[in-house]
């Protein structure tokens, strides 16, 4: 994600990086080489060049806006919704190391059995991470579980759900042992029951994308309407054809392509969430919850960019 200060006015024609240019420059270029072709020959052709009607074209931008802001609507809502998620799990996360004190007994810190606990749920949120972002989940597993603990949790086709299985077992063994009883139970299995919901929550995101067919449409009409508008404009716009169309193409290729980035929100495109730095967040804190020392530091921004 973008993190970067509010830029000023004679800025915002200048800046590069957290724009979406980079992405859809090759695209402008074709259309305003194209609007320049067809401007030229107009000019050589003069009254012998088609004269096209505006109002089709006037019709199909309008159309091609409100669809394009219908699919923008829906993908910053699957982006809105992702950052709910990975924020009520931070909440979940704290939840679950203010509650898991009463592990600590008599305890003047942190028990080892809740210190194993909140490791567990460090390795559950690192875990999910990958996944989402389609990482190597078993080299992460490997670096923050023990070689038991790990031989368990990949016995599941999905260790992030076999890491929660281990949580709950240790659960079920405080409760045997009576460190817990029923109520304290039920509200610390309450949180591991939250944490499955955001990671099934997530999954669902991440694998069931928009329709295929309403975005390969959108694709295709405005690399169509962008194709033919200087057809459209050159007799009126004359030698300013071809701006007004890099302009037009800058705006409807640019959300075209925003409308990409939002609707898969767990990359690691620029508009993408920062997964990293989330899940940096509740190491941080179920680390000084388990007593572990140094903390590790915040993910910062680099070249604006966090991801």
């Known amino acids: 994600m973008i993190v970067r200060p509010r830029p000023r006015l004679w800025e915002l024609f200048f800046i590069w990086k957290g724009s979406i240019i980079p992405q859809i420059l090759p695209q402008v270029l074709f259309a ?81 059995r809740r210190k194993r606990v909140l490791e567990l749920a460090i390795a559950f949120t690192q875990t999910l991470t990958a996944k989402l972002r389609d990482r190597p989940i078993n080299e ?54 939250l944490m499955a919901h955001a990671q099934g929550c997530c999954e669902r995101l991440r694998a069931t994308p928009l329709p295929f067919a309403y975005t390969l449409l959108l694709h295709r009409t405005a690399h169509l309407f962008c194709g033919l ?7 009126g716009l004359g030698f300013a054809t071809p701006l007004m169309t890099a302009i037009v193409a800058y705006t409807f290729f640019g ?16 508009n993408d969430l920062p997964l990293d730095a ?17 903390l590790p530091e915040p993910l910062q921004p680099r070249d604006y960019l966090l991801l």
């Not at 009254?47 to 109002?55: I, L, R, S, V, Y």
């Not at 508008?229 to 007799?235: A, C, E, N, S």
Request: proline share 6%; hydrophobic share 45%; aromatic share 8%.
């Open 32 to 112: 305003t080489a194209l609007a320049t072709a067809v401007t030229l020959v107009a000019e050589l052709a003069g009254p012998a060049f088609p004269d096209f009607a505006t109002g089709p074209f006037t019709f199909l931008g309008l159309s091609l806006s409100l669809f394009l802001g219908f699919r923008n609507n829906a993908c910053y809502d699957r982006w809105w919704e992702a950052r709910k998620l990975y924020g009520g799990l931070l909440i979940v996360m704290r939840n679950l190391a203010r509650e898991t004190q009463i592990l600590d007994g008599q305890s003047p810190g942190p028990s080892p």
């Open 140 to 193: 992460v597993a490997s670096a923050c579980l023990n070689a038991p603990d790990l031989a368990r949790a990949c016995q599941s086709h999905n260790i992030p759900d076999g890491i929660l299985g281990l949580i709950t077992a240790e659960l079920l063994a405080a409760r045997r042992d009576g460190t817990l009883d029923s109520v304290t139970y039920s509200g610390l299995a309450a949180q591991v029951n």
């Open 255 to 270: 959300l075209d392509a925003l409308g990409d980035q939002l609707e898969e929100p767990f990359g690691l495109e620029q």
């Open 229 to 235: 508008i200087p057809f459209g404009m050159v007799h």
């Open 278 to 294: 989330m899940t940096r967040s509740i190491e941080i804190d179920l680390a000084a919850a388990a007593g572990h020392h140094p």
